[in-house]
């Protein structure tokens, strides 16, 4: 079993930046992949970013050259640095990580003020 405990949401005017960090707990030795999805209201469920136990990442299209995903092993946590934000990054950010099966976090709102 792995707990995760995301922080680091809120409101933030357009342009601006923010950081959102996502702590494991439990069996956190046995996670491979960690990294963010993210919702907006009447929209899919879309990556935004991922890292795999030795440091690879990739990004989603709609982040990509704005977001950087890091993990600290150590820590068990991932953080996903966010700038240059824009309205339509308002979602909810849910952390995930991946064992043999996939564990979710409680998500967090990104508010983006115009």
């Known amino acids: 079993q792995v707990q995760l405990v995301e922080s680091g949401g809120g409101l933030v005017q357009a342009g601006g930046s923010l950081r959102l960090s996502c702590a494991a707990s439990g069996s956190p030795f046995s996670i491979n992949d960690m990294g963010w999805y993210r919702q907006a209201p009447g929209k899919q469920r879309e990556l935004v970013a991922r890292?795999?136990?030795?440091?690879?990442?990739n990004y989603g299209d709609s982040v990509k050259g704005r977001c950087t995903i890091s993990r600290d092993n150590a820590k068990n946590t991932v953080y996903l640095q966010m700038s240059s934000l824009k309205p339509e990054d308002t979602a909810n950010y849910s952390c995930y990580a991946q064992t043999r099966q996939t564990y979710w976090g409680q998500g967090t709102q990104v508010t983006v003020s115009s």
């Open positions: 890292i795999t136990s030795d440091g690879r990442t």
